[in-house]
């Protein structure tokens, strides 16, 4: 059974930084690519940032590039999202997601195919 | 990038059928696959439709999905409507360089 579990959500301050962890088991976590997801209150899905399979390749979206940085450790099974200068806009519950191919974007269609909890960040001003 | 562009909500009857749609801004619906995801309060977010219309297994076959190509739009067919369909519905698609979600849609079940 996949499992997504994220953590490492809480409250900072404007300009601050978090990073969000999210343990995978399941599946074998180096053979797909994974995903942050985020929805901010009373708003739709924004996707965030990917990573391939072997933590090679990185793809964001304009609202992190520069501030965010997705990476993996495949032998903790481990996906990890470094937030710095964090904005109030980023206040959101961050979803962790397993796609479906081991790379995404570019030739490979992108699909969630697995979603954790979330983990809520709140940036206040 | 495109937009996908969902109906903010629809309601239906128990048992009756209900259709959303995901309309495509630019581009061909048909040249990137379509995705159509669950949220339920208080559940797991799921996948209900991948690549336009394959169901993951353990999803019920009331839920299907569809390309209509004169409207440039996907949509998730929902039959049989039980309560516990009552849920937000996303769809999703990307191009080459980013992936796009529509705006959700809110479905009630009277």
């Known amino acids: 059974e996949v499992q997504l579990v994220e953590s490492g959500g809480g409250s900072v301050q404007r300009g601050g930084s978090l990073r969000l962890s999210c343990a995978a088991s399941?599946?074998?976590?180096?053979?797909?690519?994974m995903a942050w997801v985020r929805r901010a209150p009373g708003k739709g899905l924004e996707w965030v940032s990917g990573?391939?399979?072997?933590?090679?390749?990185?793809y964001y979206a304009a609202s992190g590039k520069g501030r965010f940085i997705v990476s993996r450790a495949n032998s903790q099974n481990t996906l990890f999202l470094q937030m710095n200068s964090l904005r109030v806009d980023d206040t959101a519950v961050y979803y962790c997601?397993?796609?479906?191919?081991?790379?995404?974007?570019?030739?490979?269609?992108?699909?969630?195919?697995?979603w954790g909890q979330g983990t809520l960040v709140t940036v206040s001003s | 990038n495109f937009i996908l562009t969902q109906p903010h909500s629809v309601s239906e009857s128990p048992g009756k059928t209900v259709t959303i749609s995901c309309t495509r801004s630019s581009g061909n619906i048909a040249r990137d696959y379509v995705q159509w995801y669950q949220f339920r309060p208080g559940s797991f977010p799921t996948t209900v439709i991948y690549k336009g219309f394959e169901r993951p297994s353990g999803v019920s076959d009331r839920f299907s999905g569809a390309i209509d190509y004169s409207t440039n739009s996907a949509s998730l067919t929902i039959s049989g409507l039980q309560t516990g369909d009552e849920a937000e519905y996303f769809c999703q698609s990307d191009d080459s360089s980013s992936v796009v979600f529509g705006g959700g849609t809110t479905l009630t079940v009277l």
């Open positions: 990573v391939n399979g072997n933590g090679e390749k990185t």
């Open positions: 997601a397993k796609t479906g191919n081991f790379d995404i974007l570019g030739g490979y269609y992108t699909s969630f195919e697995y």
């Open positions: 399941g599946f074998t976590f180096d053979a797909f690519a």
